[in-house]
């Protein structure tokens, strides 16, 4: 991807350059408000030719992409990221296959993760399957050898489009114990019953089958960690009035709280801190009960 935005910069540059020369000359002036909509044609027809791939050169943590097979009640999972840190950038690579089964979900859980400035936060769902354990989804970009987050980028077809499944001793732990100043929060979704969660899980699973033969963009702006999360949720539930703390994801929290999605049986506050999670995850770390540790709310 990188050395295609190399070679159409190059090429810009020189139809620029040329177009420069051409609107100097007196008889052309004409041209001189014709060219930056041909120029803005140009680059969109360029853009609109982007096509995303699976088959590039990816990072180890996004080299595999999930997908599911179903059996009647069972869900088998494949290529499920459960890697074993040591730091953020020094760890084991393991790709494990999980098996659950719908009759034993129990609830989903959102988290949220902050680091720096509160306006923008990452947002994972977790779902939990009783005696199966709990299969975490982050929706992310998939990013090649080589290749950094932009946030600019994000918004010009420059990211595939990824749904990082993996166990939360992976996905979670990443961010509470080996990143460095990032702020988990984790909170159960008390307001949607099991078949609606049951519903969302599946909804989840269609679209990363779809994603394994047809590779999409991610967009910084519509299909983003929050924005495919209300996707999801919009498709077992009927959908609600758009908000912007769906783009300006640190209020998402407040927002939830205020519509009874997550606990709100205390002030606001008070939740927040009970379900930050930092410190009982750092406590759990490589205990196999991670998960079961960093849910202990009252402790």
Known sequence: M???????VAYLSFLLMLGALIVQRERFAKLRMALPVAFFVLILSWWLTLKPSND???????????YAEMDGDKVTIHNVRDFDYRTDKDFDENWIQREVHLSNFKGADISMTYWGPTLICHTMMSFDFGPDGIICVSIETRKEKGEAYSAVKGFFRQFELYYVVATERDLVRLRTNYRQNEEVYLYPLVSMNKEDGKKLFLDYIKSMNGLKDRPQWYNAGTSNCTTNIAVHVNAVRHAKAWDYRLLANGGLEGMMYGNGSIPHDRPFEE?????????????????????????????
């Not at 990188?2 to 159409?8: D, N, P, R, V």
């Not at 590039?56 to 999930?66: E, G, P, T």
């Not at 079961?292 to 402790?299: A, S, T, V």
């Open 2 to 8: 990188q050395s295609l935005i190399g070679k159409a």
């Open 56 to 66: 590039l050169d990816w990072m180890v943590d996004f080299r595999n992409i999930s």
């Open 271 to 299: 939740i927040k801190k009970r379900h930050h999670i930092n410190k009982r995850a750092r406590a759990a770390d490589q205990d196999p009960d991670f998960s079961q540790k960093i849910r202990q709310w009252d402790e």
